[in-house]
């Protein structure tokens, strides 16, 4: 029988382009905080899930390895998981899954990420996540699909650059209310479409920052959570899926791959209307379009219709659908999977309404958040509820 | 944050203070090397690219024409069955026009790049590939394009071998 899991602790550095700490350093001071947030120590963890990137931002392989002392993987049960982007998701499902199971009553997730050490630009190891036989002798830059990625959905709907804008002006100014944030700021859509070109139609204010950090969790069974806290968010839905590694043989302007994973973790949540249902929604922001795109994809709206909900305030904190309430990727920063702070992290403080300046207002109940990654290709989804 | 944590942790540290050797780093560039076999599939497509041809394979279940070839269809799971020769011609589904190098480099002539369908093989079965003879101000999604090849006795049998793709001009 599969056990109900609620996460009751969460904890998090703050988001820079460098940190002086190491990545054992930044797992410590985020494991620390989830802990102590949930008046707990590391002896009361059964497990532990670390969730970190590719190795070549660290220059360290088995990373996982490297940082599991900060991590509180000592003398533990431990893994590491990783898909890429979609980790900040998946290593929170992967510490679902120790818990349903029944393995374990209480499992600390701890995801880190640290790509200032990768200098002068973590791009160089970027570089070698693509096909070496197909891709790589052009020369690619990562950038490069995502403004594929962007193109083609602007086609496909005739979406204009000032409504993609629009959303990073919405994150960056949540960002403001982000103690952790590293890139919030009142922007106008006009500095966003006059900033500097990197690959177009992707202009360097359509895009979030490299950055270090580290978030933590801590989940446990519904046989032990009254020991802890009364004030729980169950997790009640999980999904994942990924699509063919050859990326260019897909019409990029839908990822299908997030809606089979939403499909999924909609079915367990038992939710069958996704836009009314759901109070509060953290979609993978790395690119502002990506906020647009992943919405289609979660199926809270119509293809094509996110720059419409976007456009009308719906998607803005006090909106109807309060999307990236957190300021997301685009304004508080993204180490890769670390981005769980602002992901799944943030879905737990929305919903047990501890977000301070950053908490949606209505009392949101339901919660979903959503991670994207590999090569254009996954996605992650958790459904939550207060 | 919850609302009652008062303090977050991480020092940030700018790039100036390293350049300045202001704090205390270790520094190491890895050196490897790397030789990738091609396999069954790509090492047929780079040796037919060397002829100035471009080669997929079949899928007698799905009947789909897999470009680039593989020797296993990832939706019917099964091998594939045949070798087709597909046309150096198709239509761009999406392209960018980038001023980012491989290393993040800010470059001034724009490299436009993006994803061609080839014309024979299945809907949307693409490869990445350079665009050139055409202005950023004229390229479009849609474009029909032709492969424009390195002279035989320069070709290596890579993906190179095509320099890049020019438009039709139909």
């Known amino acids: ?386 | 944050m919850t609302e009652n944590i008062k303090k977050f942790y991480g020092e940030e540290l700018s790039r100036k203070q390293i350049s300045d050797g202001k704090i205390t780093i270790v520094e190491h560039s890895p050196k490897v090397k790397y030789a990738w076999s091609c396999g069954e599939a790509m090492s047929r497509f780079l040796n037919e690219l060397k002829e100035g041809k471009l080669i997929g394979r079949k899928c007698n279940k799905c009947n789909r024409i897999l470009f680039p070839p593989r020797m296993f269809c990832e939706q019917c799971f099964k091998a594939t069955n045949e070798w087709v020769y597909i046309k150096d011609t198709g239509r761009i589904m999406t392209y960018s026009i980038s001023y980012v190098d491989t290393h993040a480099r800010r470059i001034k002539k724009p490299i436009l790049v993006g994803v061609i369908a080839m014309d024979g093989a299945s809907k949307n079965m693409g490869i990445m590939h350079y665009f050139d003879e055409v202005k950023s101000d004229k390229i479009k999604i849609d474009m029909r394009v032709k492969a424009v090849w390195k002279r035989k006795e320069e070709r290596e049998g890579a993906i190179t071998d095509i320099k890049y793709f020019k438009p039709l001009g139909e």
């Open chain 1, 1 to 386: 029988m599969v056990k109900d899991v609620a996460v009751i602790g969460a904890g998090m550095t703050i988001f820079r382009r460098r940190l002086k700490e190491t990545g054992k350093e930044m797992c410590f001071e985020a494991t620390k905080m989830a802990l102590d947030s949930a008046g707990m120590t590391l002896k009361d963890v059964d497990t532990v899930v670390m969730g970190s990137a590719p190795d070549a931002f660290d220059g360290i392989h088995m990373k996982g390895e490297n940082l599991l002392d900060g991590a509180g993987g000592y003398h533990k049960p431990y893994m590491r998981v990783f898909t890429g982007g979609g980790t900040g998701v998946f290593a929170p499902i992967a510490g679902w899954w120790h818990v349903a199971s029944g393995m374990s009553d209480v499992c600390l997730v701890v995801c880190e990420e640290k790509m200032s050490s990768c200098y002068p630009h973590p791009q160089s190891a970027f570089a070698h996540i693509w096909d070496p036989i197909i891709d790589r002798p052009l020369k690619p830059n990562l950038m490069w699909i995502f403004a594929m990625e962007m193109n083609r959905y602007m086609h496909a709907h005739n979406v204009s650059k000032e409504d993609i804008a629009l959303v990073a002006v919405k994150n960056k100014k949540n960002a403001l209310d982000h103690p952790c944030a590293q890139l919030g700021a009142n922007i106008t859509v006009d500095d966003v479409l006059n900033s500097e070109v990197i690959a177009w139609p992707v202009n360097l204010l359509d895009v979030s920052p490299p950055s270090d950090g580290a978030a933590a969790m801590l989940l446990v069974s519904e046989d032990v959570v009254s020991n802890h806290t009364d004030n729980p968010v169950w997790i009640e839905g999980v999904g994942w899926s990924i699509d063919s590694t050859m990326w260019t043989n897909r019409d990029l302007s839908f990822p299908q791959y997030v809606a089979k994973a939403a499909k999924m973790a909609y079915k367990m949540a038992r939710i069958d209307n996704p836009r009314r249902q759901i109070d509060v929604v953290e979609p993978y922001d790395p690119f502002d379009y990506k906020e647009l795109h992943h919405l289609e994809g979660l199926l809270l709206c119509d293809k094509g219709e996110a720059p419409v909900l976007t456009r009308e305030g719906v998607t803005q904190r006090d909106g109807d659908l309060p999307c990236c309430p957190s300021g997301g990727l685009l304004g508080v920063g993204n180490p890769i999977a670390a981005t769980m702070a602002v992901k799944t992290c943030e879905i737990y403080w929305q919903l047990s309404g501890q977000a301070g300046k950053r908490q949606v207002p209505g009392d949101p109940r339901t919660g979903v958040c959503q991670a994207w990654g590999d090569l254009m290709q996954y996605g992650s989804v958790m459904v939550m509820r207060s």
